[in-house]
């Protein structure tokens, strides 16, 4: 499938690897089945997205805080989840060529490999496991974590205790989370290794629905306004209740118009008072003015890193006449600005570019570049997202300004040298 301005899938792939956003996870040693490995423009992306969340979720709000849990817990938080019992996909196999497919996914009723029947779909657990210390046997078995949110159930006493929150209150981490997903595939849509930006929010029971309501709206101002998709590309969809999880009593998937199709984005759960119960015996809360204590229910917003990083990418792909431009919201943008010396034979046009770029260093990421003609400087940096191009020239030396450049219209602009932080800092802000 392609998108009117371009963006097939394998163009962004393309992209990624070219220009240092993701490469093949191992690649020298012929790659790991669907790992990748951020590089450093997609790094830079990664943790702009990462903390655009944390500052707008947890250091915004009074009523959010963080925690940063290990990444493998005690196997008994996953039995009292449910997770070990029931945290898995139907698979079924293909009796000719062996190849295994998750049966909610496939929409033929033969192999797509070799046409051959299927077996009945078993349940294959998702948990991806491995063994604590010297021994491997039942008892040191433990569970890379399958998704984030546990340890805001397990840990939900201790910031209690320690934060002194009350409810309506939520608890956020971001962080990895493994699936040993059966048909890992679309680039970093689905792999076996991700990570999760999540938060449990603490609510009485009869808040619920209101409280729904609030998170529904604050994921879609966070995907219009902070990553810049446009509102016709995403859709909501109500679980029907026989798909939803364990835990759950009501789910949307956000869904976002993917290249390779619409597909989930992110999710959001009533999960009741299902995780608590499970995990404490007693109620874990009290409220101190009528000293009653009970479970508080959970609602929980859900968002896919990964996926934020390619439906981004997705969308900031265009392809212009002469140029290919990612237009990410600029706070995104692995690179603010980029400095460039007019020529790279000119001493002195070098040295103030250098001053140029040390003074924008204390404020922002800054690329510097003196390769090659001006012109493909700027399309390599409209490649990668960076919202300005500041070019150093002889007028420059004398007057003390410089050509600022603006990746989306492509107009430039003299700026005095004095007045660039400020300038770049405005339309960061805008
Ligand atoms: P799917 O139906 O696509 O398997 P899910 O409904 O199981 O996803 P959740 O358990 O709700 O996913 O996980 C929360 C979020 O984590 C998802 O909305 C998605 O953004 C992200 N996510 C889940 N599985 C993966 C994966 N294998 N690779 C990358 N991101 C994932």
């Known amino acids: 499938m392609k998108k009117e301005d371009g963006a097939t899938i394998e163009k962004i792939v393309s992209l990624c690897k070219r220009r240092g956003f993701i490469f093949p996870g191992s690649e020298i040693y012929g790659g790991l089945a669907n790992s990748f490995d951020y590089g450093p423009m997609g790094v830079e992306l990664k943790n702009n997205i990462k903390n ?9 709000r009074d009523d ?21 019992a029931t945290f898995s996909d139907p698979l079924v196999e293909c009796k000719k060529c062996h190849h295994r ?11 797509p490999d070799c046409g051959g029947e299927f077996t009945q779909a078993k349940q294959f657990n998702l948990m991806l496991k491995t063994f604590l210390g010297p021994v491997e046997n039942e008892e040191s078995t433990v569970y890379f974590r399958p998704e984030t949110a546990q340890a805001m159930f397990v840990d939900f ?72 998709l446009d509102k016709k590309n995403i859709h909501e969809l109500d679980v029907p209740k026989d798909e939803l999880a364990h835990y759950s009593k009501k789910t949307i998937d956000f869904e976002y118009d993917f290249p390779f199709g619409k597909d989930e984005l992110y999710g ?103 390769r090659g003609n001006i012109g493909k400087r700027y399309y390599s940096q409209d490649e990668i997202g960076t919202p300005f191009c ?28 004095s007045d660039l932080v400020k300038k770049i800092s405005e339309s960061l802000n805008a």
């Open 157 to 228: 006493k201790n910031v209690l205790e320690t934060s002194r929150k009350k409810i309506p209150f939520g608890i956020a981490q971001i962080g990895k989370a493994f699936r040993n997903e059966i048909t890992p595939g679309n680039f970093i849509f689905r792999t076996r290794e991700f990570e999760q930006m999540e938060i449990e929010y603490f609510i009485k029971e009869e808040d619920w629905k209101t409280v729904f309501e609030m998170w529904r709206k604050e994921m879609w101002s966070w995907m219009t306004d902070n990553l810049g």
């Open 268 to 370: 959001l759960a009533y999960r009741t008072d299902f995780d608590l119960k499970n995990h404490f015996k007693e109620p874990p809360y009290e409220d101190i003015e009528v000293k009653e204590k009970f479970y508080p229910h959970v609602i929980e917003p859900t968002w896919g890193l990964d996926r934020s990083v390619l439906a981004v990418l997705c969308e900031a792909y265009k392809e212009e006449a002469e140029r290919v431009v990612l237009k990410l919201p600029a706070k995104l943008a692995p690179y603010k600005v980029a400095v460039f010396p007019l020529l790279k034979n000119k001493p002195e046009l070098v040295k103030k570019a250098k001053e140029v770029y040390d003074l924008l260093k204390k404020e922002f990421t800054v690329a510097f570049d003196e």
């Open 64 to 84: 959010m805080v963080g925690i940063d849990a290990a990444l493998i817990m005690n196997p008994k938080v996953w039995k009292s989840s449910g997770h070990l």
């Open 101 to 111: 497919f998750r049966a909610d996914k496939i929409e033929s009723k033969k192999c």
């Open 52 to 60: 655009a969340w944390w500052k707008r979720f947890v250091h915004m």
């Open 390 to 417: 500041v070019t150093i020239d002889f007028d420059t030396l004398e007057k003390d300004d410089v050509t600022i450049r603006d990746r989306d219209t492509t107009k430039q602009e003299r700026v005095k040298i």
